[in-house]
């Protein structure tokens, strides 16, 4: 099942539906709807996001896009990295090395290596995360 049809709509958002459907119900079809009520959808989807409040109030998704403007959205930020450990082990000849990434996305790269000098493991890094997108 979708995730997003299984979530609870906020009360807002079911009130202004209720006034969405009652005016619907008074008007002929595709008559324009009140700039009253797109202030509200404006504002519910600043709060709740764009495609949380089209959807249940059947409102044109690029429409309510394009009545945000240059307004910040709300939005779920990615959870960066809190650190990176290297462990450096004693330099001795042909000493094992692993170096453990671990993406926001949930992806890991291990690199493991035996070697008497580090690779060039920021390039490693910087590769990889490229690809993550």
Same mark, same amino acid.
């Given at each position: 099942?979708? #995730?997003?049809?299984?979530?609870?709509? +906020? *009360?807002?958002? /079911? !009130?202004?539906?209720r !006034?969405?459907?009652?005016?619907?119900?008074t !008007?002929?079809? #595709?008559?324009?709807?009140? *700039?009253?009520?797109? !202030?509200?959808a @404006?504002?519910?989807? =600043?709060?709740? %996001?764009?495609?949380? /409040?089209?959807?249940?109030?059947? &409102?044109?998704?690029?429409? &309510?896009?394009? #009545?945000?403007? %240059? /307004?910040?959205?709300?939005? #779920?930020?990615?959870?960066? +990295?809190?650190? @990176?450990?290297?462990?450096?082990?004693?330099?001795?000849? &042909? *000493?094992?090395? /692993?170096i453990?990434?671990?993406?926001?996305? %949930?992806?890991?790269?291990?690199?493991?290596?035996?070697?008497?000098?580090?690779?060039?493991? @920021?390039?490693?890094l =910087?590769?990889?995360?490229?690809? *993550? %997108?």
């Open positions: 099942m979708n #995730r997003k049809s299984t979530l609870p709509i +906020p *009360e807002a958002i /079911v !009130q202004l539906q !006034q969405l459907d009652q005016f619907r119900s !008007q002929p079809q #595709r008559t324009k709807l009140p *700039e009253s009520l797109w !202030q509200a @404006v504002e519910l989807a =600043r709060q709740y %996001g764009i495609y949380p /409040v089209a959807h249940p109030l059947r &409102l044109d998704y690029m429409g &309510l896009k394009k #009545r945000l403007g %240059g /307004v910040p959205i709300r939005r #779920r930020k990615a959870t960066k +990295p809190a650190f @990176v450990e290297l462990i450096a082990p004693h330099a001795t000849p &042909l *000493e094992e090395c /692993v453990e990434f671990d993406a926001p996305s %949930g992806s890991k790269m291990r690199i493991q290596w035996k070697a008497s000098a580090p690779r060039d493991w @920021v390039s490693l =910087r590769a990889w995360r490229e690809a *993550e %997108g």
